[in-house]
């Protein structure tokens, strides 16, 4: 298969490029439109619910967007497109346009920065530009932003589970073919300190993580050198880099003892093991134990890594049963915690749960007569009606620093307190903030230039950075990870009055 036609481009659902088409034969495809892309709902996994996002996806769409071209194979697939009759889809008069564009430069996005805390109903990415291209992005748009977005959030979550400890993301076995890549990737946007994917690692500039699995203790076995000739061929070969699975014949009787045995003869060598490995049984209590053994042979710093289907959740539970039976065996609770590394799998790269985003792309605003006009759609379902006009995303700060709503204005509004703030699809709910609410401000939503390549490792780090900041100023209720408190997202009184203004006008003339 073409993986370069099938992913360039042509990347995109075909009614995107029937729309296209449609637009160019009635001589709208050049008008200018505005498209917002946001979510309507936060992440529910069902027994436990997220109360925040973190944004991801924006370099690698930047980099579609900058690599994507109307070239002669691009469009030679569109020419042998047919209807059911044998007629062409797409005709020359269209094509040749296409070719003439070339590629998508004509577009302009604004987006909020990679690893910002984000909340629905807010413009997380907006495309201004030639109709017909802003209609083509669509798909390629949210399947960057969404999955990216979706997978960040999750691994935040499991990063906060952690308390400090380190997160290694593990999944790719079982991700979504290709897309484990962009899971890999937004792992790291979200927080998890390293990735077992080797050439993701590399092409974002973080060194692969990862230990050994069960077979080659069972290959050693099996040829009858047995668990302990396993673990000293692994040290001998990697004896600045030793984690030993210990769970394939019996972790305590067996596992940690003979890991213990090789540790001490890479010490008697020079070296310094690094840790033990869990991936089965009661995870909890066989650290507790293991970190008792390990303490009793002098192994006081080495790292316990456990794995086996772990995901925020888990991960508390973990914490908690330690707090509480680690003492019981005189067992410092801290003593095992802080040694503590998660690799975290499945759950985190394919959100188990919630596995996908409910991310949305519609059209606002379009140019006609006299400027911009703004655009709504209605529905039955009032979540579904979009929040017309051009529009600027500011995030209000309260009197102790953090942040207390997110704000959607009309392009150029002034918020100054006394503010009041309308519910964004719940007619009649409001809030006021006083003068005295308020300590400050920022607009989140900053221009992106597609063109010009960014730095990897650079861009993951600054990600990073934006997520803990924002963290540190959100209220702890908003960051529970089951029945969090709600965020305040708000649109202001001139959003809120051009939207029922609009609306009334719509209903009247139906």
Not at 93 to 103: E, P, Q, R, T
Request: charged share 25%.
């Amino acid at each position: 298969m073409r993986r370069d036609l099938a992913e360039g481009i042509l990347f995109t659902d075909q009614y995107q490029l029937s729309m296209a088409q449609l637009y160019y034969r009635m001589g709208l495809a050049e008008r200018e439109a505005r498209f917002e892309h946001f979510f309507r709902r936060y992440p529910d996994y069902g027994q436990h619910q997220a109360g925040y996002c973190i944004s991801a996806g924006l370099a690698w769409f930047s980099q579609w967007v900058r690599e994507a071209r109307f070239d002669d194979e691009s469009l030679e697939a569109l020419a042998s497109h047919t209807t059911d009759t044998g007629a062409r889809v797409f005709g020359d008069d269209f094509l040749g346009w296409l070719s003439d564009v070339g590629d998508l430069s004509a577009l302009r996005i604004e987006a909020i920065p990679e690893g910002r805390v984000v909340h629905p109903n807010v413009p997380l990415t907006v495309v201004e530009g030639p109709l017909a291209l802003a209609q083509i992005v669509e798909t390629p748009l949210l399947n960057h932003i969404n999955f990216q977005t979706l997978i960040a959030t999750k691994a935040s979550r499991v990063v906060e589970a952690a308390r400090g400890g380190s997160v290694l993301e593990f999944g790719m076995r079982r991700g979504p073919e290709r897309g484990t890549n962009a899971a890999s990737r937004a792992s790291l946007v979200g927080g998890a300190d390293f990735t077992s994917n080797v050439g993701l690692s590399h092409a974002v500039g973080f060194p692969p993580k990862g230990t050994h699995a069960h077979s080659m203790v069972q290959v050693f076995v099996a040829l009858g050198e047995g668990e302990l000739g396993a673990f000293r061929a692994y040290a001998d070969v990697y004896p600045d880099e030793c984690i030993l699975l210990v769970d394939t014949i019996d972790t305590l009787e067996s596992g940690v003892p003979n890991a213990i045995e090789v540790f001490r003869e890479l010490r008697a060598k020079g070296h310094e093991p690094v840790g033990i490995r869990l991936d089965s049984g009661d995870l909890a209590h066989l650290a507790v134990q293991s970190a008792k053994m390990l303490d009793e042979a002098g192994f006081t710093d080495q790292k316990i890594v456990l794995s086996s289907g772990l995901d925020e959740i888990t991960i508390f539970q973990i914490l908690n049963q330690i707090a509480i039976e680690a003492p019981r065996y005189g067992v410092a609770p801290d003593s095992v915690i802080r040694r503590l590394v998660y690799g975290v799998g499945t759950k985190l790269a394919t959100s188990e749960g919630d596995p996908s985003l409910d991310g949305v792309y519609k059209l606002v605003a379009i140019d006609g007569e006299g400027g911009w006009r703004p655009a709504i759609k209605l529905s039955d379902t009032p979540a579904k009606i979009v929040n017309p006009g051009r529009k600027e995303v500011h995030r209000i700060y309260d009197s102790r620093g953090f942040a207390t709503a997110d704000v959607v204005a009309q392009a150029g509004e002034q918020l100054v307190p006394p503010l009041r703030l309308f519910h964004p699809t719940e007619e009649g709910v409001e809030r006021r903030l006083s003068e005295a609410d308020v300590s400050g401000s920022e607009q989140l939503l900053e221009k992106v230039d597609p063109w010009s390549p960014v730095d990897e490792r650079e861009a993951i780090e600054a990600a990073r950075e934006r997520r803990i900041a924002d963290l540190e100023r959100l209220d702890i209720g908003v960051r529970r990870l089951v029945n969090p408190h709600v965020y305040h997202v708000s649109l202001s009184q001139a959003s809120h009055e051009l939207k029922q203004e609009i609306i009334e006008e719509m209903r009247r003339d139906m």
